[in-house]
C-alpha cells in the first residue's frame, strides 16, 4: 500500500518525528520498509516500482510533449499515479479524462455512489493547476433520444433508491431465485439459448458477471457445453495444475533429492515423454518389485521383469526396453544435476533450458495439443503455447535477476519451482462471438443487450470490506492532510463495491437477470443481496 501511495521510507521517517502514537507506528513501519527496500535491491526488481520508476525517466525525457492522451474507465488512482499524471499534464498539449459520475461536486458528504469518482475529479483538477495547465468545463454526456426499455433507464436513474412509479417493467429486469450454482448456471445457458434462438442474439450479445466466479467454474462450462454456447472465462489459468508444472516440479526434485522413484514416476506420468501408458506401468512395476531409487537408476537395470525368476528370452527383451528408457530419463537429470552444482542464476537458467530442450518437450506439449483437441478441449489445448512461452520468459528473468549469484543447488531449485507453481497465465477468448464471464471488478462488456448477474448474496455481492491495514480511517486522515495520499481504506471498499454493482446492473441495454442461488455449493443456505 505504502509503495502504491508513492511513499518512501524516508519521507515517512521525516512525518514520524511530529511523535505521538500515529508518529511511532511510522518510524517503525519506515525501517521495516527501509529493510525490505534493502533485501529486494540487492538482486530482484520490484513491479511495484515500475510506476515511480517510469516517472522519474519522464523527468529526463518529454515523452508526451506532443501528444494528446485520453484516459478512461479509472474511478481512482494510486499516489504513484497521481505522480505520472502530474508529469504528463505538465508535459502534454492536451489530457482527456472520462470519468462515470452525474457531478463533479461531491453533495453527499462522502457516502453517494459516485463519491470515489468525485474526489478523483476533484484531485485531478487541484493536480492540473499545479502542474500549471488550464482546466476547461466539464462536458456531460447526454442521451436525449435514449432506445433503451424504461425499466433499464429507470434502474440507472434510480440505482440502490426506490425506483421510479414510471419506470415500467415489461420483463427487461428479471430476479431469479435458484436453487443451488448448477440451477442457477443451467438458466443461464438456457435463457442464453432462448434469447439467441428467439430474439437473434449473438453469443457476444450477452455477458455473466458475478463477484467470485469460483463456485460457477464447474457449472458455468459443464451447462453451456451441453447447451452447444461457447462459453469465455475471464480468469487467470494457473500453471501449477499443468502437466509442464508437474514436469518442471519432477525434475527438479529428482536433481535434488538424488533420484528419488517418487519424482522418476511423476516425471514419467506428466505425458510430456514420449512414453505409453503401458511402458510407464512396466517401469513403475520393476521399480518396486527391485526397489529401484537413487544411485541404482544410473546403473542398468539386470533383474528379470517377472521379478524373482529364471530370466525368460522375452524377458530379456523386456528388459532391454525398460533400460532404454531409463536412460531415456536419468541421463539428462544426471547431467542437469551436474550442471546444477554450484551454479550461479545465469547457469541454472542455460542449464535448465538445455534439460528441457534434451527432453523435447516442445515435441511432447505438440503431442498434448493433439490429444485435446481430438478429446474436444479446445481451450486446454490453445493454453499450452502461453504457458511454454510463460516458462521460457521465466527462465530469462531468473537468469537477469540472479545473474552471478551463486545459491545451494536445493535453494535455487525450489525458488524456481515456486515461481512455477505460483503463476498465473491471462487466457485470451478463443472465438469472437462467445458469452463472456467475468469477476464484478474485472470484466469490461461494452455494447451488450443482456446481462446475466449471479451470484447475489449477502455478503459476497457486494463483497465485505477487508479489514486488514495497518492504518485507522482517523490515521489516514491525518496523513491526507501530510500529503500521504493512502486512501479511506474500508470506505473506499465500500465505495468501489457499490460502483461495481451499478457497472454491471447498468451495462446491458436490453435486459438484465439477476440471481442467487438459495443454497452454495457445499449446501450451505445463504440470503439474498
Known amino acids: 500500500e505504502l509503495k502504491n501511495a508513492g511513499i518512501s521510507p524516508s519521507e515517512l521517517g521525516a512525518f514520524s518525528e511530529k511523535g505521538g502514537t500515529l508518529g511511532e507506528k511510522a518510524a517503525d513501519l519506515s525501517t521495516v520498509f527501509e529493510l525490505y527496500n534493502a533485501m529486494l535491491e540487492k538482486s530482484y526488481i520490484d513491479p511495484l516500482t515500475d510506476i515511480k520508476r517510469a516517472t522519474e525517466i519522464l523527468f529526463e525525457n518529454d515523452f508526451f510533449s506532443e501528444k494528446a492522451v485520453f484516459i478512461d474507465n479509472f474511478t481512482g488512482f494510486t499516489g504513484s499515479e497521481y505522480k505520472m499524471l502530474r508529469s504528463i499534464l505538465e508535459q502534454a498539449p492536451l489530457v482527456e479524462i472520462s470519468l462515470c459520475c452525474d457531478s463533479v461536486y461531491d ?19 487541484k493536480l492540473a493547476k499545479e502542474a500549471g495547465s488550464a482546466v476547461k468545463t466539464p462536458v456531460f454526456a447526454e442521451n436525449e433520444n435514449d432506445p433503451r426499455p424504461e425499466a433499464i433507464i429507470d434502474l440507472e436513474e434510480n440505482f440502490l433508491q426506490i425506483p421510479s412509479p414510471k419506470g415500467k417493467n415489461l420483463g427487461e429486469v428479471r430476479l431469479i431465485k435458484a436453487l443451488d450454482p448448477y440451477d442457477e448456471a443451467n438458466f443461464v445457458a438456457v435463457m442464453a439459448r432462448t434469447l439467441a434462438e428467439e430474439q437473434g442474439y449473438r453469443w457476444r450479445d450477452m455477458a455473466i458477471i458475478a463477484r467470485d466466479l469460483s463456485p460457477y467454474e464447474h457449472s458455468l462450462p459443464a451447462a453451456f457445453k451441453r447447451a452447444g454456447i461457447p462459453l469465455y472465462m475471464d480468469k487467470a489459468a494457473e500453471l501449477s495444475a499443468h502437466p509442464l508444472s508437474a514436469f518442471i516440479s519432477a525434475a527438479l526434485s529428482a ?12 516425471l514419467l506420468k506428466t505425458g510430456i515423454l514420449p512414453v505409453s501408458a503401458e511402458e510407464a506401468a512396466e517401469f513403475e512395476n520393476y521399480c518396486f518389485v527391485w526397489n529401484i531409487r537413487g544411485s541404482l537408476f544410473l546403473e542398468p537395470f539386470t533383474g528379470s521383469p517377472e521379478g524373482f525368476c529364471e530370466m525368460k528370452p522375452e524377458d530379456a527383451e523386456k528388459l ?3 533400460n532404454a528408457l531409463r536412460e531415456k530419463i536419468v541421463f539428462p537429470l544426471e547431467k542437469l544435476r551436474k550442471k546444477l552444482s554450484g551454479a ?4 541454472f537458467s542455460a542449464a535448465f533450458y538445455d534439460y528441457l530442450t534434451e527432453c523435447e518437450v516442445t515435441e511432447g506439449l505438440r503431442r498434448l495439443y493433439d490429444e485435446l483437441i481430438e478429446n474436444g478441449e479446445t481451450a486446454a489445448a490453445e493454453n499450452l503455447d502461453s504457458f511454454w512461452s510463460f516458462t521460457v520468459s521465466a527462465l530469462d528473468k ?15 531449485t525450489r525458488l524456481f519451482e515456486l515461481v512455477i507453481s505460483e503463476a498465473k497465465i491471462g487466457v485470451l477468448p478463443h472465438t469472437l462471438d462467445c458469452v463472456s464471464a467475468g469477476t464484478a471488478d474485472r470484466i469490461r462488456p461494452s455494447d451488450i443487450k443482456a446481462v446475466f448477474i449471479i451470484g447475489l448474496c449477502d455478503g459476497v455481492f457486494p463483497a465485505q470490506p477487508k479489514n486488514g491495514s495497518l492504518f485507522t480511517a482517523e490515521e489516514r486522515k491525518v496523513l491526507a492532510e501530510e500529503g500521504f495520499e493512502l486512501g479511506e481504506g474500508e470506505n473506499d471498499d465500500v465505495l468501489s463495491e457499490r460502483m461495481y454493482a451499478y457497472t454491471a446492473f447498468t451495462s446491458a441495454s436490453e435486459k438484465v437477470f439477476a440471481s442467487f442461488p438459495k443454497y452454495d455449493i457445499s449446501s450451505a443456505e445463504q440470503s439474498p443481496s
Open 344 to 347: 550461479n542464476g545465469r547457469e
Open 255 to 266: 536433481v535434488r533429492g538424488n533420484f528419488g522413484s517418487a519424482d522418476i514416476l511423476r
Open 320 to 322: 532391454e526396453k525398460l
Open 107 to 125: 453533495r453527499t458528504g462522502g457516502t453517494g455512489l459516485f463519491s470515489k469518482t468525485q474526489r478523483t475529479a476533484g484531485r485531478l483538477e
Open 398 to 412: 531468473f537468469s537477469c535477476a540472479l545473474g552471478e549469484t551463486v545459491l545451494e543447488k536445493e535453494t535455487m
